[in-house]
């Protein structure tokens, strides 16, 4: 098995105010290791995500009370897949079953002529997640890619050892990884 692959190409970087050039080696790198890694890491985050939105519908019993209002709801299943950042990975459904028990108004026992009262309460059940498996299948492909820039040209490092240096280097996570395809 394979360590890695990936390839390398040039640029021409420059700074603005001094009009001084210099060429940049960019290499991008995809590991199956890390691949496997982030994969098995998308797997937690939806376990992770899939078991507080379950708790958002208690089950029945004495003081449990589950969410009634449509903007609450939305807003704690919002809350439930951003935090673990499984958002788009995850379909949530809810459905809102209205049960109308009937009971006799007034005291003692019914009868045919006795006033009925009708009661409605609705619960709103949210359904088990199902998971975006297209969704995930397509951002799969994206995993396991690293890109890095270096300025030691290819006589003095080859493209081995500058993909080793990189993997010690400083990755900036929020923005580098995620334009990579990375988290």
Same mark, same amino acid.
């Given at each position: ?7 390398? +190409?040039?640029?021409?970087?420059? @700074?603005?105010v001094d009009d001084v050039a210099w060429r940049a080696r960019v290499f991008v790198?995809?590991?199956? *290791? /890390?691949?496997?890694? /982030? ?17 958002? $519908?208690?089950?029945? &019993?004495? &003081? ?7 903007? $609450?709801?939305?807003?704690? *299943?919002?809350?439930?897949? $951003? @935090?673990?950042? !499984? ?10 079953p209205v049960e109308q028990p009937t009971q006799d108004g007034g005291r003692g026992?019914? @009868? ?25 299948? @397509? ?8 890109? &890095? !820039? ?23 996570? +929020?923005? $580098?990884?995620?334009?990579? &395809? +990375?988290?």
């Amino acid at each position: 098995m394979r360590a890695a692959e990936g390839s390398e +190409g040039a640029r021409t970087c420059g @700074a603005p105010v001094d009009d001084v050039a210099w060429r940049a080696r960019v290499f991008v790198v995809r590991s199956p *290791m /890390q691949a496997t890694h /982030q994969a098995a890491g998308w797997e937690t985050r939806l376990r992770h995500a899939e078991t507080p939105l379950r708790a958002l $519908t208690p089950p029945r &019993g004495r &003081g449990k009370r589950p969410l009634t209002d449509d903007a $609450t709801r939305v807003e704690a *299943m919002d809350r439930v897949l $951003t @935090a673990p950042r !499984v958002d788009g990975l995850l379909r949530v459904t809810w459905d809102k079953p209205v049960e109308q028990p009937t009971q006799d108004g007034g005291r003692g026992r019914g @009868a045919v002529q006795r006033e009925k009262r009708v009661s409605q309460t609705i619960r709103s059940d949210i359904t088990p997640s199902a998971r975006q498996a297209d969704t995930i299948a @397509a951002l799969s492909h994206r995993v396991g890619w690293k890109a &890095g !820039v270096t300025q030691a040209e290819h006589t003095r490092r080859s493209f081995q050892d500058a993909v080793f240096c990189s993997r010690h280097a400083y990755l900036d996570r +929020g923005r $580098t990884a995620s334009r990579i &395809g +990375g988290r």
